[in-house]
């Protein structure tokens, strides 16, 4: 059932909408009505799409209006954790001087790498427990004509309704957000790759740790920020390994197709929580900061456990030596 309605109040709370379009004209003919109408209900706009949409929007509301924030998907989605990190402190800037947000992002689905559109589609579904409380509108475009059917599904799992030329419908396919990552985590598969490195770890081997996979981030062409920030989030999975696991606790890394992979393993009951590292940690929380600060420096990072121990595999995307985070 399609409503039009009015524009959604500032108390209104969260409204998460996919925006599944055929062509730009499609885009155009649903994203533009809805900003416009945003903005002439004085509600900030911050819109990340891909470049030829920030054109054509450019081109039709003669500019940038004040109230409207648009950035080409490249230049401002990053890791999906920082990108969620940025989408949460814009909104709640917002919201802290009593304006309802009005966000539009699409994120850059990497297809080559099924655990990047793993990663991307968690995304989608914590940013219903992010934003759950503030009163922001999220639009999600998703390109029909490029994706594929899988992500399109994503789309309908993790948004509670759809928005397309007609107005808005609920979505029947959406998922609580917890049970839609624990089904995603039931599809990832061991890894198998040649292992270019392979190590068993105690505390006291953290530094053979680190420089293995420094090594390993060089060889692939990383640049030397990128090779720290690798460096960083493997040596947070290997020591919580070491504190929370079971030995023995075991690194393997190698190269993929355009990334690398690093596998941390333990013979511990592993992590629990189906969000873990998904969430900002609070200011005063200790511990949790591990896993989220992989998720904010890596490409994907997915966690495997099972009565054999807990795996955590991170993918860092290698294309010419910068993280693969371009639109489709």
């Known amino acids: 059932m399609h409503s039009h309605g009015e524009a959604p109040r500032p108390n209104q709370g969260f409204v998460h909408q996919a925006m599944i379009y055929g062509s730009d004209q499609e885009f155009m003919d649903v994203a533009l009505p809805l900003i416009e109408e945003g903005l002439s209900a004085e509600q900030p706009t911050l819109v990340a799409v891909q470049d030829r949409h920030v054109e054509n929007l450019r081109a039709a509301l003669g500019g940038t209006p004040e109230g409207l924030t648009l950035h080409p998907v490249e230049d401002f989605y990053e890791t999906s954790a920082r990108t969620r990190d940025k989408f949460a402190r814009w909104a709640a800037e917002q919201t802290a001087r009593g304006e309802r947000g009005q966000l539009m992002g699409e994120p850059p689905w990497a297809l080559a790498h099924e655990a990047q559109v793993r990663d991307w589609a968690r995304h989608e579904a914590v940013l219903n427990v992010v934003f759950a409380d503030l009163p922001v509108t ?43 990552c624990r089904r995603l985590d039931s599809a990832i598969h061991p890894e198998h790759g040649d292992t270019a490195v392979e190590l068993e770890f105690g505390m006291e081997d953290l530094s053979a740790v680190r420089r293995a996979v420094g090594s390993l981030a060089e060889e692939a062409g990383l640049s030397d920020q990128r090779t720290e920030e690798v460096v960083l989030a493997i040596n947070e999975i290997s020591t919580n390994a070491v504190i929370h696991g079971r030995p023995p606790s075991t ?54 456990c099972d009565q054999g121990g807990c795996t955590v595999t991170v993918h860092v995307a290698t294309v010419n030596g910068e993280p693969a985070l371009k639109a489709v």
Do not use: K, N
């Open 251 to 304: 690194m393997r890394a190698w190269h993929g197709a355009g990334e690398i992979v690093i596998e941390v393993a333990d013979a511990g009951e592993g992590i629990q929580d189906v969000l873990a590292g998904q969430l900002t940690p609070s200011a005063g929380g200790l511990g949790g900061r591990g896993l989220w600060l992989a998720r904010l420096l890596c490409d994907a990072v997915e966690v495997r």
């Open 138 to 180: 999220f639009v999600c475009p998703y390109d029909a004509g490029a994706l594929p059917e899988e992500v399109l599904g994503h789309a309908r799992g993790t948004h509670p309704e759809v928005v397309d030329g007609e107005g808005v419908s609920r979505s029947d396919a959406y998922e609580d957000p917890l049970d839609f």
